[in-house]
C-alpha cells in the first residue's frame, strides 16, 4: 500500500469510523452470536498473497460488526463503560499514524512532556494537591500492580527486590471485602499471596472497611511477626460503589507507617466536580491514587492515570536500565518506563490532550452531573415501584436492584433469568453482582452519547421484560 | 463535537497522517529538542472552556511534532523498530471507532475469536506446531511476567499464589546474560528477586548459554533445597542478538522438570521464513514463546503474541472471576482477561487481520529477507573498512560495530561521541550496547520503509562524521 492508497484507505475508514458511530444505535447492543459464530467464518491459514482492502472492509462489515458488543451503543449500562469521544478517536488516529515508541524521553520527549503536563491537568482537575506526580498506565491493574510491589519494597527496604520474598516474613495487605479483583491478582503476581490479603468487612450505607477491624489486623500481624505493607482503599468498587472511609485509612496508615493506595478505578473520574469530593477526603495523604480516564472521561481505552506522591519510590522499584537503554542524563529527563511494568509505551497522552482541550472542563463537569442525576433518577423510579427494589443506593451512577414481585420465590434465579433475557432482547445492556447474598443487577450511566431518553427507555425495557416473565 | 464535526476532523487527521508519512523522512530522525522545551508551551492548567480543534490541530503542528523522535522514518536504525504499516494505521483507526473492551468473550464475541485465529496465523507462520495456543499482550515484558509467574507457580503446585513466597523455598529462574532486562523487571514484580535470577555465561558465535553450566546451576539448587523453576531461552538478545541454543535448553528443561520460555520479541517475526528457523530449534517442546508482531511484522504497538502449550496452567494463574465478571458460561467461550495482567483490552486483533491479509505471508517474508540482506551487506561494508570493526556479526538484521582508527587512544569515548554526534546531526538514529567490555554501535535494519539507499545513506554519515571528530 502506497502514500496515495493509503490516504484513500484512511479516508475510508474515517468514514466508516462515522457511519458507525452514526448507526451503532440501530444495533443490539450485546452482541447476539454464539460461540464459533465468528471464528468458523474465518479461514483456518493466512493468505500467502495480498488481498484487496476492499475485500477486508466487507468482511470486517460482514463477519466482524455483528459479533461485536458494542461499548458505545447510548445504551450500554453494563460494567463500567469504555469511553470514548470524537476527538479522543481522532487523536487516536494521529497516534496511530506517529506509532512513536515512548519508552525514554530520547525516543519521544514531545510525548513524555506531554505525559507530564497532562496528568498534572488531570491532579488539578480532580484536586489532588501539588506534590503527586502522574503517569498513564495501561489500566487501574497495571497501576494497583504498580502501587502494591512499591509498598512491599518499601516494608522490606527494597530487600524483596534483591533478594525475594522466600527470605523474608510475610508481607501484608489489606483493603475491603468490596476492592476490585485487580487487588487480588496483583496479590498473586506479586508473590504476596492471597493468604496475605486481609479482607477486611464493610459497614455503613457506603459499604466501608470497618476501621477499627482494619487497625486491630494490622496490630495483630505486626505482634505476629509479619510485615504490613499497605492499605488499598476503595473510591466507588465495582459491585455497588463501595466507598472506603479515606481519611480513615490515612489516619492508620500514617500511625502503623503503611502504604495507602487509593482505587479510584472508575469513580476518579467524577472528582472533577468538586461537589463529589467529599468521596475522596483524604486522599490527598496516600501515597498513590489511580482512576481511569478511559472509564468516565471520554478518553479511549488504555489510559488509566497513576499518580504518586513518592515517584523516587516507584522508579527505584521499577526502574532498570541495561547499556542498550541508557541515554546521555540531562537535567529534567524523564524515563517513563522506570514507572511501569512494560517497557514499551504507546503515545497515550496526545488523546488526554485532544479531550481536555476540546471539552474544556466545565463540559466534562456538564457530563459527569447529567449520568449521575439520570442515574439517581431513574433509581427513585425502581424504588417506587412495588415489583422491584433497590439493593444498593446510587454511588454517584451507579445503583444496583433487584426484581422482587410479591409471589416469587426464587429471587436470585428470576433476576439471572431478567438479565440474560434483558440482555438476549438487544435494546439495552446490563450486568449483575452478589451483593449482600443475593443476585443484583447492576445499572450504570456512564456512555459519552447516553441521554436521560435512553435512561428512561432502559426503564421500559426493564419492566416490559420482567412482565413477560 | 456532533458527528458531522467528527466526520470532518476524522478525515483531517486521516489526511494530517497521509502528510506526516510522506514527509517524515525529510525530518531529523531522532528530536533535537532539550528537557523542558515541549512543556514550557503547555499551559500549566487545563482550559475551563473548549477550544477549537482548528488550535488543537495547529498546536500539533508547531509544539508536539517538533519534539518527537520519530519511528516511522526509513532511517532509524535504533533500538528495534516499532512497526507500523497502511493497513496497521487504517485497523487502528476503525480499533479507535468501536473501542471496545475486550475482556471477556460476551464484552467483545468477534474480536475474541478473532484474535484466536489471527494468533493462530501467526503460529503457523513462525512454525510453531500446533498444540500451541496464543493470546496477544501489550508487550513482551508482560508476556513474560505471566510465563514467569505461571512458571513459578506450577513449580510451587499453585501453592505460591494462595501462601505467598514468604512460606516456601527460593524459586529459581536461569537466563543467560543476554536476557533482556524485561526478564530481571518480571522477576523483582514476581517476588522472586534478582539472586534467584541465575545468569548463565555465555559463550560461542551465537552468545548462547553455557549449557553444561546451566545444567550444574539447576541441579546445585536443587540440591541445596532450592526451586528450580524455568529457563528462559533468548532468541535475538536486545545488544547484539544473542541466541540460546532451544534445543538443548528444551532437553534441560525436560530432565530436571523445568518450565521453558522462549523470549524472541524480536527476533521471532523473522521465524516466518524458513530459513531462518534454524534459531529456534526446540521451541516446539518449550512452554512458552513470545514474539512483538509490533516490532517487525508491520503491525503498530501494542501487539505482543504470547503461545503457550498450557493455556489452563496460565489461566489458573492469573484467572480470577468475580460476581461481577461473570457470565453464563458456554462452551468455547475464551475470556481472555484470564491469560494477562491486566483486566481491560483493547480490539488489538484487528490490525493482525489487517496487515497479514493486505500483505500476505510471502510480502511479509520478502520485507524481512531484504532487512537481513541489507544488514548483512553494510555488516560487510564496515568490517571490510580498515578505520571500522565489526563488533558483533548479523544475526538476522542486527549487527554491532565501531569506530577505531588506529590512532585512536580511548575508543570508548570516541565512539560514544560518535553516537551522539550522529544522532545530533539528525539524518540517521543508532543507539548503542556493552559487548565483552566495550562500548559499541548498534544497527538494525527493520523499519517497514527503510531501502537500501536508506541502509547504504547511513555508512556514508557514519563514515562522514566519524572523519569529524
Known amino acids: 500500500?502506497?502514500?496515495?492508497?493509503?490516504?484513500?484507505?484512511?479516508?475510508?475508514?474515517?468514514?466508516?469510523?462515522?457511519?458507525?458511530?452514526?448507526?451503532?444505535?440501530?444495533?443490539?447492543?450485546?452482541?447476539?452470536?454464539?460461540?464459533?459464530?465468528?471464528?468458523?467464518?474465518?479461514?483456518?491459514?493466512?493468505?500467502?498473497?495480498?488481498?484487496?482492502?476492499?475485500?477486508?472492509?466487507?468482511?470486517?462489515?460482514?463477519?466482524?460488526?455483528?459479533g461485536m458488543t458494542h461499548w458505545q451503543h447510548p445504551r450500554f449500562f453494563a460494567y463500567f463503560p469504555a469511553n470514548s469521544s470524537p476527538p479522543s478517536i481522532v487523536a487516536e488516529y494521529v497516534t496511530a499514524a506517529m506509532a512513536a515508541q515512548c519508552m525514554l524521553w530520547q525516543t519521544s520527549p514531545a510525548a513524555t512532556e506531554l505525559e507530564t503536563r497532562m496528568l498534572d491537568w488531570l491532579r488539578q482537575m480532580i484536586g489532588l494537591p501539588d506534590g503527586f506526580r502522574g503517569v498513564i498506565q495501561d489500566s487501574a491493574s497495571g497501576a494497583t500492580l504498580a502501587a502494591l510491589v512499591t509498598a512491599r519494597e518499601k516494608a522490606l527496604a527494597w530487600a524483596g527486590n534483591k533478594e525475594g520474598l522466600a527470605a523474608h516474613a510475610p508481607v501484608r495487605v489489606y483493603g475491603s471485602t468490596h476492592t476490585h479483583s485487580s487487588i487480588d491478582k496483583a496479590v498473586r503476581i506479586a508473590g504476596i499471596g492471597d493468604a496475605n490479603l486481609v479482607k477486611i468487612p464493610v459497614a455503613g450505607s457506603h459499604y466501608g472497611m470497618d476501621m477499627a477491624a482494619l487497625d486491630a489486623a494490622i496490630a495483630a500481624d505486626r505482634m505476629a511477626g509479619r510485615v504490613p505493607a499497605a492499605i488499598v482503599a476503595c473510591l466507588g468498587?465495582?459491585?455497588?460503589?463501595?466507598?472506603?472511609?479515606?481519611?480513615?485509612?490515612?489516619?492508620?496508615?500514617?500511625?502503623?507507617?503503611?502504604?495507602?493506595?487509593?482505587?479510584?478505578?472508575?469513580?476518579?473520574?467524577?472528582?472533577?466536580?468538586?461537589?463529589?469530593?467529599?468521596l475522596m477526603l483524604g486522599a490527598e495523604r496516600a501515597d498513590s491514587f489511580v482512576f481511569n480516564p478511559h472509564k468516565w472521561l471520554l478518553t479511549n481505552f488504555d489510559c488509566s492515570a497513576h499518580f504518586v506522591r513518592d515517584a523516587k519510590a516507584l522508579t527505584d522499584t521499577l526502574g532498570i536500565r541495561p547499556a542498550y537503554l541508557r541515554t546521555l542524563a540531562q537535567e529534567g529527563q524523564v524515563d517513563y518506563q522506570e514507572w511501569s511494568v512494560p517497557l514499551g509505551r504507546r503515545f497515550r497522552a496526545l488523546k488526554l490532550w485532544f479531550v481536555i482541550r476540546s471539552y474544556g472542563v466545565a463540559a466534562l463537569q456538564a457530563k459527569i452531573r447529567d449520568h449521575v442525576s439520570w442515574a439517581r433518577a431513574l433509581a427513585a423510579l425502581i424504588d417506587a415501584h412495588e415489583s422491584f427494589e433497590l439493593t444498593s443506593a446510587p454511588l454517584l451512577s451507579l445503583f444496583s436492584f433487584r426484581y422482587a414481585p410479591r409471589e416469587a420465590a426464587d429471587l436470585d434465579a428470576l433476576n439471572a433469568r431478567l438479565v440474560e433475557r434483558i440482555n438476549d432482547d438487544g435494546r439495552i445492556y446490563l450486568t449483575q453482582s452478589q451483593h449482600e447474598g443475593s443476585f443484583v443487577i447492576r445499572f450504570q450511566v456512564g456512555q459519552t452519547n447516553t441521554t436521560r431518553a435512553d435512561v428512561m427507555a432502559a426503564w421500559d425495557v426493564i419492566r416490559e421484560i420482567a412482565a413477560e416473565l
Not at 474465518?42 to 466482524?64: H, V, W
Not at 500511625?255 to 472533577?272: K, P, Q, T
Open 237 to 278: 468498587g465495582t459491585s455497588v460503589g463501595a466507598c472506603d472511609d479515606i481519611d480513615a485509612a490515612a489516619d492508620i496508615a500514617a500511625r502503623h507507617g503503611l502504604y495507602l493506595h487509593v482505587d479510584a478505578a472508575w469513580a476518579g473520574s467524577a472528582m472533577i466536580c468538586p461537589e463529589f469530593r467529599n
Open 1 to 66: 500500500m502506497n502514500l496515495d492508497s493509503f490516504r484513500h484507505w484512511a479516508h475510508k475508514a474515517a468514514d466508516w469510523s462515522a457511519d458507525y458511530l452514526g448507526s451503532v444505535a440501530k444495533r443490539p447492543v450485546r452482541a447476539q452470536v454464539k460461540p464459533g459464530d465468528t471464528l468458523k467464518q474465518l479461514p483456518l491459514s493466512p493468505p500467502a498473497a495480498g488481498e484487496s482492502m476492499d475485500d477486508i472492509f466487507a468482511d470486517l462489515d460482514r463477519i466482524i460488526l455483528p
